[in-house]
């Protein structure tokens, strides 16, 4: 095709020297050169349909042999759009654009019977008497997500390295996974965390090893993601310690060998975990006391960005980020839960958060490619789905972590679905 498009430009060259030859001739007035003008001219005018022709084919032969890996790509530094999905339209499928609906094949585990299922996270357990929480499935509104198939997923994981980094909210999409995947294993010894720890709240990190397959599948707590250090020299004395913006949480270098990635954070960042503990904001050696916390939380994610880029290889490790999960208090004494017994068809504000919208912005515009796992929206609409009373501590109410089984199953159906297809295509 090169080669084609080479001779028609020889073509296009020789036919110049000729219309210069014509232009003379034709001033002779003889009307046998005047009919080799003519002629002369027409072929000019197939010489050059015949360029375009043939450009075109070569542009449109590069875009379909490039389609392919645009049409996986294109969540690459954004939400994550249908190309992994069950497609029942034409056109791309936004997953997180959709609704709830009954569906009597969830649960999809019993928590009582998982070992890493946090006894404050298994509200059934826990007492709570009605049962529809666990029936709800998220149906998208142009695709659907495909079955889970978990012992395809099992195998899909094999000598894989799966790290969640982030938050309570982290650990308990973490411990969701390790559930649903466990459902699949026929000798549940096999399946045990590394240094034989207990799931805590404040454990820095978690182990859980399948070994039948050889992965493992890690938590890591850093709720601010950057690292949180001791005050400056010469500080006010409200400060009594520092989130130094710019640079990741001591632990980060744990991270980079992995299969798969998946980052959150967002809860940490209000009044009460900061300022109220004396915990002020720091960009290299200088202190922002006056620094907004939707400002830092920009800055911080432009680092984490930053560290991913120069640190992570994305062609073998697949970075995720989950946008902030929603959060159905009352008011803002975080004292008493706003609940209802169904999915609310209004969610209000909750469906939108400057945490997404700066994670959104911040992908963008990135170098390598991220994916955003963007499930504010659809989990704003749980308000039946947060522990509530039904923790193992009753006299606190809980409403932000959720139930397991429950949302953050959902979320990982959506993960792993991407993760089938990728780890496909990459074997064709």
């Not at 009044?271 to 004396?278: D, I, N, R, S, V």
């Not at 911080?300 to 930053?306: D, Q, V």
């Not at 999915?343 to 515009?365: C, H, M, Q, W, Y």
């Not at 397991?404 to 990982?412: A, I, M, R, S």
Request: glycine content about 6%.
């Amino acid at each position: 095709m090169m080669i084609e498009t080479i001779s028609n430009l020889n073509k296009s060259t020789s036919f110049n020297k000729s219309a210069s030859f014509n232009r003379r001739a034709l001033s002779s007035g003889s009307p046998r050169v005047s009919r080799v003008g003519w002629i002369s001219r027409w072929y000019h005018v197939f010489v050059v349909i015949g360029f375009l022709v043939s450009s075109l084919v070569v542009i449109s032969a590069g875009y379909i042999h490039l389609l392919p890996g645009l049409s996986l790509s294109s969540h690459n530094n954004g939400v994550l759009k249908s190309s992994y999905l069950n497609e029942t339209s034409n056109g791309s499928c936004n997953v997180y654009e959709g609704s709830w609906i009954l569906d009597d094949s969830y649960p999809l585990y019993n928590a009582t019977e998982c070992p890493f299922a946090e006894k404050g996270f298994d509200c059934l357990g826990n007492g709570r008497v009605d049962q529809s929480y666990l029936k709800w499935r998220w149906k998208p509104t142009d695709c659907e997500i495909p079955k889970l198939d978990v012992q395809n997923v099992l195998e899909m994981l094999r000598s894989k390295r799966i790290v969640f980094v982030g938050d309570s909210m982290s650990r308990s999409q973490w411990e969701s996974l390790i559930c649903l995947l466990m459902s699949g294993v026929e000798d549940k010894r096999t399946v045990y965390e590394i240094n034989g720890n207990k799931i805590t709240k404040r454990i820095k990190y978690l182990g859980v090893r399948f070994s039948s397959f050889n992965f493992t599948v890690e938590f890591y707590r850093s709720v601010f993601l950057v690292q949180e250090g001791q005050m400056p020299r010469h500080s006010p004395k409200r400060v009594k310690s520092a989130l130094k913006l710019d640079e990741l949480d001591t632990i980060s270098s744990q991270w980079i060998d992995s299969d798969v990635l998946v980052f959150n954070t967002g809860h940490w960042w209000v009044p009460g975990k900061l300022f109220e503990t004396g915990c002020y904001f720091q960009v290299g050696h200088s202190l922002k006391l006056g620094m907004s916390i939707p400002t830092a939380f920009g800055v911080a994610l432009r680092s984490w960005a930053s560290w991913i880029e120069e640190n992570i290889n994305t062609n073998r490790t697949h970075v995720f980020f989950r946008t902030f999960e929603p959060s159905h208090w009352k008011d803002h004494t975080f004292k008493y839960c706003s609940l209802t017994r169904q999915p609310v068809t209004d969610a209000g504000d909750r469906v939108r958060s400057i945490f997404s919208d700066t994670i959104l912005e911040v992908a963008k515009n990135m170098k390598v490619p991220v994916n955003i796992l963007h499930i504010t929206s659809m989990s704003a609409f749980r308000s039946d789905a947060h522990v509530g009373k039904w923790s193992d501590n009753p006299s606190v109410q809980d409403c932000s972590h959720w139930c397991l089984p429950g949302v953050p199953d959902v979320w990982n159906e959506i993960l792993l679905s991407y993760l089938v297809t990728e780890y496909d295509a990459s074997f064709k």
